[in-house]
């Protein structure tokens, strides 16, 4: 089995790599389409700003070829976000897989949102063996609300879509690489897709 991270000049791609190989699974970290589109799994990390992320993936032409893949697809925190429409961090058009605008907490507030928080309403098999109420880390300071593609929910000044799903296209607003043993089971649930 193949999984290929895709490389995007930013992130948490070594991170998301060496949690892969405690589990066994030896990724390909690469920008080329040709490898992802082949790839058994494919792995959007997400650590960066939302324009020049998306800049990076027009000009390797992945913005066009990541909303077509049919395997088992995970995007993790920018790499959700970026599976929105539309991010108003840099008022940036994005993938537009799930049709949900990623928005800014209000600055009133402490942001980013960084730390331990708590997984409510988790369904879908990217949370099998997934208790209610398990802690997953986020680093974030912005985020999707609850809709019909949230597939768990957390709350930080308000409560908004910790996972989202749809098809084969699945997204965490957390960091499962840090997680613990709550991300390690996360991610092993993707990897048997």
Same mark, same amino acid.
């Given at each position: /089995?193949?999984?290929?991270?895709?490389?995007?000049? %930013?992130?948490?791609?070594?991170?998301? $790599?060496?949690?892969? !190989? &405690?589990?066994?699974?030896?990724?390909?970290?690469? @920008?080329?389409? !040709?490898?992802?589109?082949? %790839?058994?799994?494919?792995?959007?990390?997400?650590?960066?700003?939302?324009?020049?992320? /998306?800049?990076?993936? &027009?000009?390797?032409?992945?913005?066009?070829?990541?909303?077509?893949?049919?395997?088992?697809?995970?995007?993790?925190?920018?790499?959700?976000?970026?599976?929105?429409?539309?991010?108003? !961090? =840099?008022?940036?058009?994005?993938?537009?897989?799930?049709?949900?605008?990623?928005? &800014?907490?209000?600055? %009133?507030?402490?942001?980013?949102?960084?730390?331990?928080?708590?997984?409510?309403?988790?369904?879908?098999?990217?949370?099998?063996?997934?208790?209610? @109420?398990?802690?997953?880390?986020?680093?974030?300071?912005?985020?999707?609300?609850?809709?019909?593609?949230?597939?768990?929910?957390?709350?930080?000044?308000?409560?908004?879509? %910790?996972?989202?799903?749809?098809?084969?296209?699945? $997204?965490?607003?957390?960091?499962?690489?840090?997680? =613990?043993?709550?991300?390690?089971?996360?991610?092993?649930?993707?990897?048997?897709?």
């Amino acid at each position: /089995m193949k999984t290929a991270i895709i490389k995007y000049n %930013a992130g948490n791609i070594q991170s998301v $790599a060496f949690a892969l !190989e &405690r589990l066994g699974v030896k990724p390909v970290i690469t @920008d080329d389409p !040709e490898i992802i589109s082949k %790839a058994d799994k494919v792995i959007f990390p997400g650590v960066g700003q939302a324009s020049t992320t /998306m800049n990076y993936l &027009r000009q390797t032409k992945l913005n066009e070829l990541i909303p077509t893949l049919t395997q088992p697809f995970l995007g993790i925190c920018l790499g959700m976000q970026l599976m929105c429409n539309y991010s108003m !961090e =840099g008022n940036t058009p994005c993938l537009g897989i799930f049709d949900e605008l990623i928005q &800014r907490f209000p600055a %009133a507030n402490k942001v980013p949102h960084i730390g331990w928080n708590k997984l409510n309403n988790c369904k879908g098999p990217l949370f099998k063996d997934v208790t209610e @109420d398990s802690y997953v880390y986020f680093v974030h300071s912005y985020f999707a609300d609850q809709s019909q593609y949230s597939i768990a929910e957390s709350n930080y000044i308000k409560p908004f879509s %910790a996972a989202l799903q749809k098809n084969n296209f699945f $997204a965490t607003q957390f960091h499962p690489e840090r997680s =613990g043993k709550t991300g390690e089971i996360i991610l092993k649930n993707f990897i048997e897709l």
